[in-house]
């Protein structure tokens, strides 16, 4: 999609409406598509496909290493589960048994993270995955993915549906900024170029997608010609797309809704650093727990705008 074409709409349609859309088709294709729950189908809109696919879906309570030990007893038996929970849910509390029992035994297992970083909102801080990513990352082979808008979200659940092994989707749950047209492909292991520029490149991934866009405009109204990336594949990573940014504009700054440790900056720094090294500033929560408050609000406490990335694109740039 062309700079021009992105209007910063919201998305009419949920996240949560997508991803309970999208299993209800890939279960009723496919009976080996089972979809686990830990008690909150209604957070993620399973509720309403429940009654059309009564025998592929399990509410396993609030239990959510007993999930990932069940969704490892269904891979073993040859079904495909979807498991979802909120973010936090989904790795810390779960790890071990995602990491041992899962991917440790080499099983197909697909896991949707909801409410991901701030969006958890009035669930506050102990709901606040700023280190999902990070987990997930470490573990051996598994793909990881954070999607932007529901366009997306249904095209990463089918091509994981569609390979092997441990995917993990990281994602909000309500209403995205709509970035791409239906039928647009999101191949593993790359990043999208939503907007080229020669000063600096803006690489962001979900939610902070949008914010990196505004940025951009507005540093187009101060002379400065930005970059932005969508990286949506967090691991594997778009490494040939990092050094042509690097390349071509010798300035990078990542932004994410997550911890600056361990989630997209560490990504991009690693990959960068051993290929092409060049300024990297990471822009993401620094040292904090998370907290209640709305989704505005915690943009701002966290420093997760357009105009932290403005101010940081300029400071970055005198230096240079």
Known sequence: MSQTEILLEKDPLEMRQAYAETILALAQADPNVIALEADLMSAISTNKIQAKIPDQIINCGIMEANMMGIAAGLSLTGRIPFVHTFAQFATRRAFDQLFVSCAY?????????????????????????????????LIPQATVYEASDSTMLKALLQQSYEEYGIHYIRTIRKNAVKLYEEGESFPKGKGKMLRNGNDIALVASGLMVSEAIKAANELKKRGIDAMVIDMYSIKPIDADLLVKAAKQTGNIITIENHNVIGGLGSAVAETLSEIYPVPIKRLGVREKFGQVGLTEYLKNYYGLTANEIVETARELLRKK
């Open 105 to 137: 035994a080499q099983l197909n297992v697909k896991i949707l993270g909801s409410d991901a970083g701030i969006t958890a909102e009035h669930n506050g801080g102990t709901h606040m995955s700023f280190e999902d990513l990070g987990l997930v990352r």
